[in-house]
């Protein structure tokens, strides 16, 4: 596997689990999520959840060997990708029947 994508993939979690945090801690979002997140501590938890799952399945995949312990993480990987998308969906302001 060819190193430089692991690297920019980490990076990529690491800067979006910092989203995440940033808007758990003091309510940020970045400039085009403000208008249509409501709940901006749901969104984090969505985005912490969702990189921490990312995370799991590529840094496991390389460091464990067994079969059934590569199956159980994956589950739990997945898992953590649907919950993050959910909280995040949850977050949004529902659009306006007129």
Do not use: C, H, N
Not at 18 to 44: E, F, I, K
């Amino acid at each position: 596997m060819d190193w430089f994508f692991v690297g920019a993939a980490a990076v990529g979690f690491g800067l979006l689990a910092v989203g995440g945090v940033l808007a758990l801690a003091t309510g940020w979002l970045a400039p085009w999520l403000r208008g249509r997140v409501v709940r901006p501590d749901l969104w984090g938890y969505g985005t912490v959840s969702l990189a921490a799952g990312l995370a799991t399945v590529m840094s496991f995949k390389m460091a464990v060997d067994s079969e059934i312990v590569l199956d159980t993480l994956f589950v739990l990987a997945m898992a953590l990708v649907i919950l993050g998308g959910l909280l995040q969906r949850r977050s949004l302001r529902r659009p306006t029947d007129q």
